[in-house]
């Protein structure tokens, strides 16, 4: 059964109509991937635009160390952007990616585990704890990633905590590295380079791509034809080297790299809330449930 919110989330996901959205829904019996897919064929979908709930609050912070060589970025959440402009919360989440630097943890469980820099009769875990019950506000440790470099590695933070990244770099300067950062913040890309692309999601886009040029009328032979120009243009929006520089869309930012003697070796990107759905309540309501008791 196609229901109104899956409709809402495919229209959301696609960029399409919601009559659209709901024929192609009923034709695949519901399946939400394979709606998407058939609406990109049709070239009814805007393929450039993703579904991304960005809702829960919190903070993305990094860090580097004083030699430049190890740095990590780190997400921590709370239930209200209140608390995450609290600061005893921008202290806490600080405090935590100056620990994933300094201790090198393998995973969140392993951060959680350890003793906290701060006070060592203490783990992070029970640190955390205690802020849940002085903030008065669930809250949590989601996710980080931490990057050592021979060369050097570089943060970015925009917008007060919503969007952190951070570039592992041969070569070049920090002013380069910082550019490079401020363009993945800016332009999503999900891979480095065209080798980082797994092969099934490069079949499975020109598969698509075919199917677009097939149903504009071409025959077989000049579909191939015209889905080998378009590919490059996919690359262009989710490879870093191949995307458009932000600075200047006349080069790419491989070109920019080459020019400056300089290479990326790995980067990352951390979004607030990416991927989460945030509560949604009545604030009123809440308040008046509050004065009930």
């Excluded at 943890?105 to 906290?116: D, I, M």
């Excluded at 592992?168 to 380069?176: A, C, I, P, Q, V």
Aim: with cysteine; hydrophobic share 40%.
């Amino acid at each position: 059964m196609v229901t109104a919110s899956l409709v809402k989330e495919l229209r959301e996901k696609t960029g399409a109509g919601m009559m659209d959205c709901k024929k192609v829904l009923t034709e695949t019996d519901g399946d939400m991937e394979k709606a998407a897919e058939l609406l990109r064929e049709r070239g009814i979908a805007k393929a450039a635009k993703k579904s991304s709930r960005i809702a829960a609050e919190g903070l993305v912070v990094a860090c580097v160390s004083e030699d430049g060589k190890t740095g990590a970025v780190v997400e921590v959440n709370a239930e209200t952007d209140f608390v995450a402009k609290n600061d005893e919360f921008k202290t806490f989440a600080n405090d935590v990616v100056k620990q994933v630097v300094k201790e090198n943890p393998a995973n969140v469980e392993e951060l959680l585990a350890e003793k906290w820099i701060n006070d060592s009769s203490k783990t992070v875990s029970e640190v955390l704890t205690d802020k849940i019950a002085t903030i008065g506000e669930n809250m949590s440790i989601r996710r980080f990633v931490r990057f050592t470099s021979n060369g050097l590695v570089e943060k970015y933070i925009h917008g007060e905590g919503k969007i952190g990244v951070l570039v592992s770099m041969e070569g070049g300067t920090n002013e380069l590295a910082k550019d490079i950062c401020m363009q993945i913040a800016a332009a999503r890309p999900e891979y480095l380079d065209r080798n980082s692309v797994p092969q099934e999601r490069v079949a499975k886009e020109m598969e698509i791509l075919k199917a677009q040029a097939m149903n504009e009328g071409k025959p077989a032979e000049i579909a191939e034809k015209m889905v080998q120009g378009r590919i490059g243009k996919f690359y262009g929006e989710i490879c870093l080297v191949d995307q458009p520089f932000v600075k200047d869309p006349n080069i790419k930012v491989s070109d920019l790299l080459s020019s400056k003697g300089a290479k990326v070796l790995e980067f990352a990107r951390i979004e607030k809330g990416e991927g989460l759905e945030k509560r949604e309540e009545n604030f009123a309501e809440e308040v008046a449930k509050q004065i009930k008791g």
